[in-house]
């Protein structure tokens, strides 16, 4: 599976932007995908994530009700929309898949792909 993300950009504190995450290759039902956002010095975090085939989702607590996670099966491809950012959510935003295990959704080495970043800058 290889994952190219996009949508990344420069946004003022309050826009919106949504990133996409194009997926090559078979993503089965069971399996979750998932959104983690890095930045300088520190380690990669969980952001959301989502079972492909059910669309159960989950977030970690501080980004709920500001960011969604979505997936369109028949393009094979997930999406994450970002509203009301802020300064703090400047990171590089990574895609990932195939977790298999729900309980693990946000433990990074469950993922077995990862998509190469792009960048978020949120300007005050």
């Known amino acids: 599976v290889q994952l190219q993300a996009s949508g990344g950009g420069l946004v003022q504190a309050g826009g919106s932007l949504r990133l996409s995450c194009a997926a090559s290759?078979?993503?089965?039902?069971?399996?979750?995908m998932a959104w983690f956002r890095q930045t300088p010095g520190k380690e990669r975090a969980f952001v959301a994530g989502?079972?492909?085939?059910?669309?159960?989702?989950t977030y970690t607590d501080s980004l709920k009700g500001r960011f969604t996670i979505s997936r369109d099966t028949g393009k094979n491809t997930l999406y994450l929309q970002m509203n009301s950012l802020q300064p703090e959510d400047t990171a590089v935003y990574y895609c990932?898949?195939?977790?298999?295990?729900?309980?693990?959704?946000?433990?990074?080495?469950?993922?077995?792909?990862w998509g190469q970043g792009t960048q978020v800058t949120v300007s005050s």
């Open positions: 990932a898949a195939s977790a298999n295990t729900w309980s693990l959704i946000q433990v990074r080495s469950e993922y077995r792909y």
């Open positions: 290759g078979r993503i089965f039902g069971s399996q979750a």
């Open positions: 989502i079972t492909w085939g059910g669309g159960s989702t």
